[in-house]
């Protein structure tokens, strides 16, 4: 279990590019605590979190991040003081509110099939879990009884309910009904029969009420006392005084009713008991239903509906009639779409009147508090779940500023120097240090909407898994504008392709294409303006897109054209413009293009035949075919992984020079693919065994399918992470064996260029501005070394610079979610135990069997990117600087040069340390040469 304060370690005093934001996700269940101490909210979400949210503000109190592979389930809090989560391995965990710190934790069970958490009138918990009861002591977690309803048999769609000292419990026992009414104190349990067979579709139990809706389009209702429950039939139709053709009761409890949501979307609150049932409460359209609370002695339940795109109408119902106790019409940001959960909270006005919260979250996965007709605050956890990124250069600054702006950037740059000069000085007072660092914090220059010189001025675009688009600003990592487009919440797949990079038209924003694919055959396509957020057009297609080709081809706007390449592999060119397909015709017979196929074990290349149809629908559709195929057996290799390079990665130098003065070619295609695959039974660490797994690592030409290199690992298995830049491939590893993970290098060399000096690569048939052929044969030589690595990748990235003249540094996420920075030159597969001398010159290292990871090395620092997913690297300006952005359920931003900042100064340097000591210098030498001239002058007259 990996656990996480509420607060940035990422401190600002020493790491003046760092930035660490930390979410939670989309919560999924919530309880209030407002009875004493500090007012706060536990919330578990998605993501495995458990954390405590101060209800003033939102800010993170503390947090736990649980298992990836186990959701949590259930959410209580016991006994006033404890905040206990039920993960979906069987986990029961015990948090303590004030620091979240872990009391206790019991395993009930081991299946990871859902389960319902319950807190009993006793304090104890109830763990329901398809026809099993568990009842644990919320003390100290001990397990104080367990209840099989059904032996070797199990419940589905369960419902629980509790009414004096009995439990009742309700699901789905193959096709039928099954009811059953537990002992509370001892767990003895007793089956109960109908009156008739029933086959429903939706029930709940309430308060020891049986209430269901068969299929004839009743409510069927019965009081579970004694061993038979006599079930009352009343026609839907009659009961609402209007025919409905469909209806369903909601989950949502309410005590002694049950709530009901028809196909007009109209919802009905109905009351339940011994007499049967009766409609309480009509709420007229669709509404999201929060949770009931206890409210002087009876119960109230919010109901939350949509007036328009800008406003929400909160209702509260109480009382035994269920009539309306409260309204209000809350103004939201019709940016985060509809609500799909409501949590309520009742709480003591100033005038001690009653006043109720709801905590909403909406369908961008936000979360906001609101209060007394307003919102209170609002969360953006949808960052939580970043897919895809894409970077954006601001514009250039306009010329002609005012005169009051230049005397206040003035007085600031004085103000700043001044405060650095006392610091370095030690003669800076505690105030004086804390403007400082608010001063460095609230840089102006950091967060312009315009470029700098050295290019660390940009703008961050990620896509969410909720189809919400945010743009974060590297200065302070704000967020500059958000975009939620409905259509891309239903997709599954989601990405981020350039679409316009202006360079001509300076006038002009960059504009992203954000593509969703789902597996009903569809896609959705919308075009969006990197720098304001606005949405140019949006597309529904017809089709699912399985692939999209950005092709070096722009029209005259300088929009790129793209290939999307649908689940029958045809091609659909984009923009759909007469000028397109005249720029794609010229090119056509140089696209080529290979489709993965995981599951079959193959790779496919395709090129583009013929076009077969043209329309604004799906585009200009052509024909693909079939060239070549790499199909691997089943029974010995599966595709563990698939890497290839940067399409704008930059290259200083085809050439490589040894100690010996030898030049050595790279061999740069950007055709090849490397491919890792494994032995289908190792799909866990330490599972397969040692003699019977192995990894095979292959460099296949993209555009022939022809296989230039392979390898063998013996005692290797999965997971395989790899990065690939230039000519050398980089793969991470787990050998069974050695019970370690291994790292391994593979560098590809044309020695068709052998013979040849540095002009004839230059200006001959070799330079690496000529037009590259994967049809031409070249002779290849691969040199490879692996070496141990001490801790388990999550995943991998290198850097990039703005000419590729910087040393590479290979950016490991590791298992402890932090990102080190590993540099090249220790997987240089040239290194042996006794470099020669000419060897130590180049500056090859010694070789060791492990790969040395420093304390500096850790750009995270104390840091931790909780679920790391994914490194990006950006090049800067300078050619000696980065920028690096990690993303997991935390945002965490950096700066690092991998040979160092030689091209710039540092950002706290002190210009006024350095003109001040020009000055003393200046006034030293003047003085030293009137004192010398006294002295010689004195020197003659004697």
Same mark, same amino acid.
């Given at each position: 279990? &990996?656990s996480?304060?509420?607060?940035?370690?990422?401190?600002?005093t020493?790491?003046?590019?760092?930035?660490h934001?930390?979410y939670i996700?989309?919560?999924? /269940?919530?309880v209030f605590?407002?009875?004493s101490?500090?007012?706060?909210v536990?919330?578990a979400?998605e993501?495995?979190?458990?954390?405590s949210?101060?209800?003033r503000?939102?800010?993170?109190?503390?947090?736990?991040?649980?298992?990836?592979?186990?959701?949590?389930?259930?959410?209580q809090?016991?006994?006033g003081?404890?905040?206990?989560?039920? +993960?979906?391995?069987?986990?029961?965990?015990?948090? /303590?509110l004030?620091?979240?710190?872990?009391?206790w934790?019991?395993?009930?069970y081991t299946?990871?099939?859902?389960a319902?958490?319950f807190?009993?009138p006793s304090?104890?918990?109830?763990v329901?879990?398809q026809?099993?009861v568990?009842?644990v002591s919320s003390?100290?977690?001990r397990?104080l009884?367990?209840?099989?309803?059904?032996d070797?048999?199990?419940?589905?769609?369960?419902?629980?309910? *509790?009414?004096?000292?009995?439990i009742?419990v309700?699901?789905?026992?193959?096709?039928?009904?099954a009811?059953?009414?537990?002992?509370?104190?001892?767990?003895?349990?007793?089956?109960?029969?109908t009156t008739?067979?029933?086959?429903?579709?939706?029930?709940?139990?309430?308060?020891?009420?049986f209430?269901?809706?068969d299929?004839?389009?009743?409510i069927?209702t019965?009081? %579970?006392?004694?061993e038979?429950?006599?079930?009352q039939k009343?026609?839907?139709?009659?009961?609402?005084?209007?025919p409905?053709?469909?209806a369903q009761?909601?989950?949502?409890?309410?005590?002694?009713g049950?709530?009901?949501?028809?196909d007009g979307?109209?919802? !009905?609150?109905l009351?339940?008991d011994k007499?049967?049932?009766e409609?309480?409460?009509q709420?007229?359209?669709?509404a999201?239903v +929060?949770?009931?609370?206890?409210?002087?002695?009876?119960?109230a339940?919010?109901f939350?509906?949509?007036?328009?795109?800008?406003?929400i109408?909160?209702?509260?119902?109480s009382?035994?009639?269920?009539?309306?106790?409260?309204?209000?019409t809350v103004?939201?940001d019709?940016?985060?779409?509809?609500?799909?959960?409501?949590?309520?909270?009742a709480?003591i006005?100033t005038d001690?009147?009653?006043g109720?919260?709801v905590?909403i979250?909406?369908?961008d996965?936000s979360?906001a508090l609101?209060?007394?007709?307003?919102?209170?605050w609002?969360?953006?956890e949808?960052?939580?779940?970043?897919?895809?990124t894409?970077?954006?250069?601001?514009p250039?600054?306009k010329?002609g500023?005012?005169? #009051?702006e230049?005397e206040?950037?003035?007085y600031?740059?004085l103000?700043?120097?001044?405060?650095?000069?006392?610091?370095?000085?030690?003669?800076a007072t505690?105030?004086?240090?804390?403007?400082?660092q608010?001063l460095?914090l609230?840089?102006a220059?950091?967060?312009k909407?315009?470029?700098?010189h050295?290019?660390?001025?940009?703008?961050?675009?990620?896509?969410?898994?909720?189809?919400?688009l !945010?743009a974060?600003?590297?200065g302070?990592?704000g967020?500059?504008?958000?975009?939620?487009? $409905?259509?891309l919440?239903?997709k599954?797949?989601?990405?981020?392709?350039?679409?316009?990079?202006?360079?001509?038209?300076?006038?002009?924003?960059p504009?992203?294409?954000v593509l969703?694919?789902s597996?009903?055959?569809?896609g *959705?396509?919308?075009?969006?303006?990197m720098?304001?957020?606005s949405?140019?057009? @949006?597309? #529904?297609l017809?089709?699912s897109v399985?692939?999209a080709?950005? &092709? $070096?081809?722009?029209?005259?706007?300088?929009?790129?054209?793209?290939l999307?390449?649908?689940d029958?592999?045809?091609a659909?060119?984009?923009?759909?413009s007469?000028?397109?397909?005249s720029?794609?015709e010229?090119? %056509?017979?140089?696209?080529?293009?290979?489709i993965?196929d995981?599951?079959a074990?193959?790779?496919?290349?395709? =090129?583009?035949?013929?076009?077969i149809d043209?329309?604004?629908?799906?585009g200009?559709v052509?024909?693909?075919?079939?060239?070549?195929?790499?199909?691997?057996?089943?029974?010995?290799?599966?595709?563990?992984?698939i890497t290839?390079?940067?399409?704008d990665?930059?290259?200083h130098?085809?050439?490589k020079?040894?100690?010996?003065?030898d030049?050595?070619y790279?061999?740069?295609?950007?055709?090849?693919?490397?491919?890792?695959?494994?032995?289908?039974?190792?799909?866990?660490?330490?599972?397969? =065994?040692?003699?019977?797994?192995?990894?095979v690592?292959?460099l296949?030409?993209?555009v022939?399918?022809?296989?230039l /290199?392979?390898v063998?690992?013996?005692?290797?298995?999965?997971?395989v992470?790899?990065?690939?830049?230039?000519?050398?491939?980089?793969y991470?590893?787990?050998?069974?064996?050695?019970?370690?993970?291994?790292?391994?290098?593979?560098?590809v060399y044309d020695?068709s260029?052998?013979g040849k000096?540095?002009?004839? &690569?230059m200006?001959?048939r070799?330079?690496?501005?000529?037009p590259?052929?994967?049809?031409?044969p070249?002779?290849l030589?691969?040199?490879?070394?692996?070496? *141990?690595?001490p801790?388990?990748v999550?995943t991998?990235?290198?850097t990039?610079t703005?000419?590729?003249?910087?040393?590479?540094q290979?950016?490991?996420g @590791?298992?402890g979610?932090?990102v080190?920075? &590993?540099d090249?030159? *220790?997987?240089?597969?040239?290194r042996?135990?006794d470099p020669?001398? %000419?060897?130590?010159?180049e500056?090859?290292?010694?070789?060791s069997?492990?790969?040395?990871?420093?304390?500096?090395?850790y750009?995270?620092h104390a840091?931790?990117?909780e679920?790391?997913?994914g490194?990006?690297s950006?090049p800067?300006?300078?050619?000696s600087?980065c920028?690096v952005?990690a993303?997991?359920?935390d945002? !965490?931003?950096?700066? @690092?040069?991998?040979?160092?900042?030689?091209?710039?100064?540092?950002?706290d340097?002190s210009?006024a340390?350095?003109?001040?000591?020009i000055?003393?210098?200046?006034v030293a030498i003047?003085?030293s040469m009137?004192l010398?001239?006294?002295?010689?002058?004195?020197?003659?007259?004697?």
């Open positions: 279990m &990996l996480s304060k509420g607060w940035d370690p990422c401190l600002e020493s790491f003046l590019h760092c930035r934001q930390e996700g989309k919560v999924t /269940h919530a605590q407002t009875a101490g500090k007012k706060r536990i919330v979400t993501k495995s979190v458990v954390a949210l101060n209800l503000s939102g800010e993170i109190f503390w947090r736990q991040v649980l298992e990836e592979s186990e959701p949590i389930d259930g959410l809090v016991a006994l003081k404890y905040a206990v989560s039920l +993960s979906r391995g069987g986990s029961l965990r015990s948090f /303590h004030p620091d979240g710190s872990l009391i934790e019991t395993s009930l299946s990871p099939s859902p319902q958490l807190l009993l304090d104890d918990l109830l329901l879990k026809g099993i568990y009842v003390a100290d977690g397990l009884w367990t209840a099989d309803l059904l070797e048999s199990r419940l589905a769609q369960t419902s629980l309910s *509790f009414e004096g000292k009995n009742y309700a699901g789905f026992s193959g096709s039928s009904i009811l059953f009414r537990i002992d509370a104190s001892t767990g003895a349990f007793t089956t109960l029969k008739e067979p029933l086959n429903p579709s939706s029930f709940v139990l309430s308060s020891g009420v209430a269901a809706l299929t004839q389009g009743d069927v019965g009081l %579970m006392e004694g038979v429950v006599e079930l009343t026609s839907l139709a009659t009961l609402l005084d209007s409905v053709s469909s009761l909601l989950p949502d409890k309410i005590p002694g049950c709530v009901l949501s028809t979307g109209s919802i !009905f609150v009351g339940l007499k049967g049932v409609v309480l409460q709420i007229q359209g669709p999201v +929060s949770n009931s609370i206890v409210l002087d002695g009876t119960f339940q919010s939350l509906q949509r007036v328009n795109s800008k406003e109408r909160v209702r509260v119902l009382g035994k009639e269920w009539i309306e106790t409260a309204e209000e103004e939201v019709p940016n985060k779409g509809g609500v799909q959960k409501v949590f309520m909270n709480y006005k001690r009147s009653r109720f919260r905590l979250v909406g369908q996965h979360l609101l209060q007394q007709g307003k919102v209170v609002s969360r953006e949808a960052l939580a779940s970043v897919v895809d894409l970077t954006a250069e601001l250039l600054e010329a500023v005012s005169v #009051a230049v206040h950037d003035l600031e740059w103000k700043g120097h001044v405060l650095r000069l006392k610091s370095t000085l030690m003669l505690a105030e004086e240090q804390t403007a400082l608010a460095r609230n840089n220059d950091k967060t909407m315009t470029r700098d050295n290019g660390f001025r940009k703008l961050i675009v990620v896509l969410t898994s909720s189809g919400k !945010f974060l600003h590297t302070n990592g967020i500059v504008w958000s975009r939620f487009i $409905p259509e919440s239903t599954g797949s989601l990405k981020l392709y350039p679409w316009r990079i202006p360079h001509k038209h300076v006038d002009e924003n504009v992203a294409l969703g694919s597996h009903d055959g569809t *959705f396509a919308a075009w969006v303006d720098l304001t957020g949405v140019q057009e @949006t597309l #529904a017809p089709y399985k692939l080709l950005a &092709l $070096p081809l722009v029209d005259s706007s300088e929009r790129r054209l793209h999307l390449i649908d029958q592999n045809k659909h060119l984009y923009p759909t007469d000028e397109s397909l720029l794609f010229k090119y %056509m017979q140089n696209v080529y293009f290979y993965a995981k599951g074990g193959q790779i496919e290349g395709y =090129n583009i035949k013929s076009q043209s329309g604004e629908e799906g200009l052509f024909l693909s075919q079939k060239i070549w195929s790499v199909l691997f057996p089943k029974d010995s290799e599966t595709i563990a992984a290839t390079r940067r399409a990665e930059m290259v130098t085809q050439a020079v040894l100690g010996n003065r030049v050595w790279k061999y740069l295609n950007k055709n090849m693919v490397f491919v890792a695959t494994v032995t289908p039974q190792d799909s866990r660490v330490g599972a397969a =065994n040692p003699e019977e797994t192995w990894l690592a292959y296949i030409d993209s022939t399918g022809q296989i /290199h392979r063998s690992h013996a005692h290797a298995q999965g997971p992470h790899a990065v690939f830049s230039e000519n050398w491939v980089v991470c590893y787990f050998n069974v064996r050695n019970h370690r993970h291994e790292m391994s290098v593979l560098e020695k260029a052998d000096d540095v002009l004839q &690569l200006l001959g070799y330079n690496a501005s000529v590259f052929s994967s049809f031409s070249r002779n030589e691969v040199k490879g070394q692996s070496y *141990f690595f801790s388990t999550r991998m990235s290198v990039f703005a000419r590729g003249i910087t040393g590479k290979i950016l490991v @590791t298992i979610n932090q080190i920075a &590993l090249k030159r *220790f997987l240089d597969p040239r042996s135990a020669t001398p %000419m060897e130590r010159e500056g090859v290292i010694p070789l069997e492990g790969l040395p990871v420093f304390p500096q090395s750009l995270t840091a931790r990117v679920e790391l997913r490194i990006i950006v800067a300006r300078l050619e600087t920028l952005f993303y997991g359920i945002l !965490f931003f950096t700066r @690092t040069a991998p040979s160092r900042t030689y091209d710039s100064l540092t950002e340097f210009y340390l350095l003109l001040i000591t000055v003393v210098l200046v003047a003085v009137v010398s001239q006294r002295k010689e002058l004195r020197e003659k007259w004697k």
